[in-house]
C-alpha cells in the first residue's frame, strides 16, 4: 500500500483464490500489462512460469518460492508523450483530488495508472450504455487493485441452507409490524424517519457482511416497535464464528463473512450491542489494512452488562433467526430470481443482499445495469442493504445502501436496474426476524 492510498498488487486478493496474500509471502516476479500509448507498465505482483501467472497461496513457503521464482524491478515507468488534452486532464486531476506525489517517477507511475483507468471507464461506460462511472481520488491506483474493502466469503454456507431455509413471509410481518402506504410503484425507506441509520463507512476492512446486518436488525428492530438505535457492527465483526467449536472456529473478522452466519451469532449470543456501547474501531485508511482474521479487534466485551447495566448502556436487539425474500441461488448466473417476489418485500421492510460489487469501486452516479455487472453467484463479494426501488420511470431501478461512506457513489447509495439481477440484488436476500429489548 504506498502513502496515498493506492493498493499495489502486493495488497489485493487472488482473483483465482479470493483469499488475502499475506506480506509474508508476497507475490513475487512477472507482469501485469497495461497498455498506455504504445508503452506497457510492468508491475510487480505475480510470479510466473514459462509464460504463465502463478498465484501464489498465502502459506507458500518463502524459500521454496525463492528457488523457483525470478525477481524483476518494481516498475518500469512508461515513456509517454501526452497531448495537451491529458496534460491538461492530469493537472486537473491533481489539483481536484490534491494530490502530490514521492518523486517524479512515482508521479509518472500513477500517471501511467491513471490513463488507462480513463480508458477502462470510457469501455465501462459504453457497456453500461449511459455513464455511471467517473474519475475518482482513487483514478490512479494500479491495475487491478480496489479502491475499497468488500468482504462476502461464502465458505461453503449456501450448502448448509440451500435445501431448507425459510422463506418470508410478507402479510405475517405486515400484521405485526409498521406499515407504510407506498405511492404505487416507488418504495423509498430513506423517507421514513428512522427505519434507516446513517451510511456508515466499513474502512479497510472485509467485514461488509457485518454492517448489511447490523443495518437489517436495526431497521427491523424499528418496524417491530423498537426505538431506534445504531447497532455494533464491530460486535458482529469480532464474534461471529463460522464453526461452533470455539476451539477450533475463528473469526470472520476483516477476512469476510456471511449474513447467515452473522444472524446466527446474534440469535445464539446476549444480542446485538449498541454502537454507544461497542463502537467501530477497525481502521479506515489504508495505511491500516486488515483484511484477516488475525488483525480483526478481538471480540472481547462483557455482553452479560447488556441485561445488568441496561439503564445505562440503552437498547439492544435479540435475532430470533432469518428468512430469505427470494429463493436463493448458489450456482451459475442466477438469471431467473424472482424479481416480484422481492420487490414485494421491500414494500414491507428493507432487506439485506449480497452482490457482485466488481464494478462498483469507480461509480458516481447514475443507473448500473446488468450489462456491466452481472448476477452470476460465483462474483458475489459484498453485502448492503436493499432500501427501495422506483419502477415508475423509463428506467426503473433497486436502491442500494452501500457501507463506504457518504463519499462514495450518490451519498453512499448506488441505484441498480430493476428489471434483471443486476449484480445479483436477488440472489441472497434476507430478512431478520427480531425479538428485542426496549
Known amino acids: 500500500m504506498d502513502e496515498y492510498g493506492s493498493k499495489t498488487l502486493d495488497d489485493e486478493l487472488s482473483p483465482l483464490t479470493k483469499e488475502q496474500i499475506r506480506p509474508c509471502a508476497r507475490w513475487r516476479g512477472a507482469t501485469a500489462m497495461i497498455a498506455v500509448g504504445a508503452a506497457a507498465v510492468i508491475i510487480l505482483g505475480v510470479a510466473t512460469n514459462g509464460g504463465h501467472i502463478d498465484f501464489k497461496d498465502a502459506a507458500t513457503d518463502d524459500a521454496a518460492a525463492a528457488a523457483t521464482t525470478e525477481v ?70 494500479a491495475p487491478g487493485t480496489s479502491a475499497f474493502a468488500r468482504g462476502r466469503k461464502d465458505r461453503g454456507m449456501f450448502e448448509t441452507y440451500k435445501d431448507s431455509y ?11 409490524a409498521k406499515n407504510v402506504d407506498w405511492e404505487d410503484g416507488q418504495v423509498d425507506w430513506r423517507k421514513v424517519d428512522d427505519v434507516l441509520t446513517p451510511v456508515k463507512n466499513q474502512g479497510q476492512c472485509g467485514s461488509c457482511w457485518a454492517f448489511s446486518t447490523t443495518e437489517q436488525v436495526e431497521s427491523q428492530f424499528y ?17 461471529a464464528k463460522y464453526i461452533d467449536d470455539p476451539e477450533e472456529g475463528c473469526c470472520f ?17 446476549i444480542g446485538l450491542s449498541p454502537a454507544a456501547y461497542w463502537p467501530y474501531t477497525q481502521a479506515l485508511t489504508p495505511d491500516e489494512e486488515c483484511l484477516g482474521p488475525f488483525c480483526t479487534n478481538a471480540c472481547d466485551m462483557d455482553l452479560s452488562e447488556l441485561v445488568t447495566e441496561y439503564d445505562y448502556i440503552g437498547p439492544y436487539a435479540t435475532v430470533e433467526g432469518y428468512a430469505f425474500a427470494t429463493d436463493p441461488c448458489g450456482e451459475g448466473l442466477c438469471a431467473d430470481q424472482d424479481l416480484g417476489e422481492l420487490a414485494k418485500t421491500i414494500q414491507a421492510t428493507p432487506a439485506a443482499v449480497c452482490v457482485n460489487a466488481g464494478a462498483w469501486d469507480d461509480y458516481t452516479g447514475g443507473v448500473l445495469r446488468y450489462d456491466a455487472c452481472s448476477g452470476a453467484y460465483a462474483e458475489i463479494d459484498h453485502c448492503v442493504q436493499l432500501v427501495g426501488y422506483d419502477a415508475t420511470g423509463e428506467e426503473p431501478y433497486w436502491i442500494v445502501r452501500n457501507s463506504w461512506s457518504t463519499s462514495w457513489g450518490e451519498d453512499g447509495y448506488i441505484r441498480l436496474q430493476m428489471d434483471a439481477n443486476t449484480c445479483g440484488v436477488a440472489d441472497e436476500a434476507t430478512v431478520a426476524k427480531v425479538g428485542g429489548v426496549w
Open 166 to 176: 425459510e422463506k418470508f413471509d410478507v402479510d405475517e410481518w405486515r400484521s405485526k
Open 72 to 141: 524483476v524491478p518494481l516498475a518500469v515507468v512508461p515513456d509517454v508523450e501526452y497531448t495537451a488534452a491529458e496534460d491538461a486532464e492530469w493537472i486537473e486531476f491533481k489539483a481536484r483530488f490534491r494530490k502530490s506525489y514521492a518523486s517524479p517517477e512515482d508521479e509518472a507511475l500513477k500517471r501511467s495508472y491513471y490513463h488507462a483507468r480513463v480508458a477502462e471507464l470510457a469501455e465501462k461506460n459504453a457497456l453500461n450504455g449511459s455513464p455511471v462511472f467517473g474519475v475518482t481520488a482513487h483514478a490512479d491506483r
Open 223 to 239: 418496524l417491530a416497535g423498537g426505538p431506534p438505535v445504531v447497532l455494533s457492527a464491530q460486535q458482529v465483526t469480532s464474534c
Open 253 to 269: 473478522g476483516c477476512g469476510g463473512g456471511d449474513v447467515t452466519v452473522a444472524y446466527d451469532y446474534i440469535k445464539g449470543a
